[in-house]
């Protein structure tokens, strides 16, 4: 069964930078699409970034130019880089499949604030 584990999260000003990692189990993960989503209080949670399996990526409006996906297909791995952050991405970031999503995890809470 595959599960998510999300980490690096925690309180930062706004400008500051996060690197949020995911540690992912399944021996067939470089298959699939990954995100990174977030979820504000009371908001829907939405994808902020997504990778394909060959490193193709894309990304909301929204953080365009300050977020940055990545992953590493030998260590099962999926990573967000977060530069330039707002208070507006204080959320919590969970990672998943882009498509045909798995059980969420527990997601790593981001906060930005002065």
């Known amino acids: 069964q595959v599960q998510f584990v999300e980490s690096g999260g925690g309180s930062v000003q706004p400008g500051g930078s996060l690197r949020l990692s995911c540690a992912a189990s399944?021996?067939?993960?470089?298959?699939?699409?990954m995100g990174w989503y977030r979820q504000a209080p009371g908001k829907q949670r939405e994808l902020v970034a997504d990778i394909t399996s060959g490193g193709s990526t894309d990304y909301a409006e929204s953080v365009k130019g300050r977020f940055t996906i990545s992953r590493d297909n030998a260590k099962n791995m999926v990573y967000l880089q977060m530069n330039a952050l707002k208070p507006e991405d204080t959320a919590v970031y969970y990672c998943n499949r882009r498509y045909s999503m798995l059980r969420w995890g527990q997601g790593t809470q981001v906060t930005v604030s002065s």
């Open positions: 399944g021996s067939i993960f470089s298959l699939y699409a």
